[in-house]
């Protein structure tokens, strides 16, 4: 069986703003992060300018254990760089963080056969590095699991 590969990350680029910067940042030393309305505590991802709940812009940057909680996901086999990188198995997936308020956020599953992999199997992050030497959050199943 093959099993799931981060996207080649000379490949992956990202895009940053004052909102977005601090995950960034976080990402890159290690650390997953999640913002929460300094006002009323609710957890938004993506980062953004506004709570959903109160249009708050005061952000507290929450540190997070890593943990989450497959909501959903998809198998793909072809490259999303073809003509560039050969055809290998990837796991687009949305994850939910517990910690977080239950926020979702969207990455990839890694070290895991697709066969195996199951709704609300409970996923570890792992920080990948990719172009400009930027990290993204991964995630793979949690061990012993
Ligand atoms: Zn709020």
Redesign the pocket.
Known sequence: MTRAQAIPGEHVRIAMDAWTEPYWLAAKAGRLVAPR??????FRMPPGPF??????QQIDWAELSGEGVLFSFAVCHRSPFPGKVADFTYVPAVVSLPDAGGVRLVSNLIDVEPESIRIDMPLQVVFSEIAGGWKVPLFRPTRGS
Not at 37 to 42: E, K, M, P, V
Not at 51 to 56: F, G, K, L, T, V
């Open positions: 309305c300094a006002i009323c505590g609710t709570c959903p709940e109160c249009q708050s």
